[in-house]
């Protein structure tokens, strides 16, 4: 069952929309989908370049499908990509960034209060 996305609709740009983005990234195993997902489409920029321009088709393939195999079976919500695709790859960048650096912690946390997980079902 996919949990419903928070009723956010509108952010001022994209310092409000980050820690969004962040509550929508709390499962440990989505977040590393998405670190191995960008780390596959720099790859693809990178041989598109060197080799042939070919795997630039394969970018979206490697980017997307572990993110939102993260999303649907691991966090249970919709990407925020079907609703604000230009900050939510802004996004993931931003957050592969954070992450190679060791400091996703306070976001998360900060993520935590702004937007907290809505209860379990029967809780």
């Known amino acids: 069952m996919i949990r419903a996305e928070a009723r956010v609709t509108r952010f001022g740009g994209y310092q409000e929309f980050w820690p969004f983005y962040v509550s929508q990234h709390l499962d ?3 977040r590393a989908l998405h670190f191995t997902g960008t780390t596959l489409v ?9 080799l042939s321009p070919a795997w630039l088709a ?6 997307y499908g572990f993110a939102w195999a993260g999303h649907f079976f691991f966090e249970r919500n919709r990407p ?3 609703r604000y695709p230009l900050w939510s790859l802004r996004g993931d960048f931003h957050m592969y ?9 306070p976001e998360l946390e900060r ?5 907290p997980p809505p209860a379990p079902a029967g809780a």
């Open 28 to 30: 440990g195993t989505n």
């Open 42 to 50: 720099i790859g693809c920029l990178v041989a598109a370049a060197a």
């Open 97 to 105: 960034a954070l992450t190679w650096a060791g400091r996703m912690g």
């Open 58 to 63: 394969a970018a979206p393939f490697a980017g």
């Open 111 to 115: 993520a935590r209060r702004l937007f």
């Open 80 to 82: 925020a990509t079907f």
